[in-house]
């Protein structure tokens, strides 16, 4: 049995992404960061200034217990790189409830500085690929339908009630 799946990641762009209060001009890029210690980078946009363009797909391999990814975007400076906005990312947000899988979501979330004020916008999408045996999160109620001789896969539920009249159909 697997005890990890893969998230497919599509970084897109970002908005209004600053360095200092001021406007970034070249050099952005974007870490994914899963909370077993893994990370994925993107490519630098050298042009897109403070509205950055990657269009990079990546697939980043969570293990089952994973709560969240960290996205940060970074900026090439002469000392080395420099985080300049950050999102923590929810994996409810587009893995298990009542989506169906391999769904693919697009999402932008708010970017926070060090000091925690508004620092832009990064876009994503995402695809979780989740295993065949591990896609039933929730337990099944009901009875297994079957049509004829064959199996459909699908499963009927009901709450049974008492009616004091006779059904006439």
């Known amino acids: 049995m697997s005890t990890s799946y893969t998230l497919e990641i599509t970084v897109i762009s970002?908005?209004?992404?600053?360095?200092?209060?001021?406007?970034?001009?070249?050099?952005?890029?974007v870490v994914i960061r899963t909370d077993s210690h893994k990370f994925y980078t993107t490519k630098m946009d050298a042009g897109?200034?403070?509205?950055?363009?990657?269009?990079?797909?990546?697939?980043?391999?969570?293990?089952?217990?994973?709560?969240?990814?960290?996205?940060?975007v970074q900026c090439k400076t002469s000392g080395g790189s420099k985080t300049v906005g950050t999102a923590r990312v929810p994996l409810s947000d587009f893995v298990g409830g009542y989506v169906p899988q391999n769904y693919l979501h697009f999402l932008s979330y708010r970017l926070r500085?060090?000091?925690?004020?508004?620092?832009?916008?990064?876009?994503i999408s995402v695809r979780a690929k989740v295993p065949e045996y591990a896609s039933c999160s929730r337990a099944e109620i009901g009875v297994p339908l079957a049509l004829g001789e064959t199996y459909s896969g699908g499963v009927v539920t009901g709450v049974p009630i008492w009616c004091a009249y006779p059904a006439k159909f």
Do not use: Q
Not at 113 to 123: K, L, V
């Open 14 to 29: 970002g908005e209004n992404i600053r360095k200092n209060r001021k406007p970034v001009k070249k050099d952005a890029f």
């Open 48 to 72: 897109g200034g403070s509205y950055p363009a990657w269009n990079e797909k990546v697939a980043v391999d969570m293990p089952m217990h994973a709560r969240f990814i960290t996205v940060e």
């Open 113 to 123: 500085d060090c000091n925690g004020e508004r620092n832009g916008i990064i876009n």
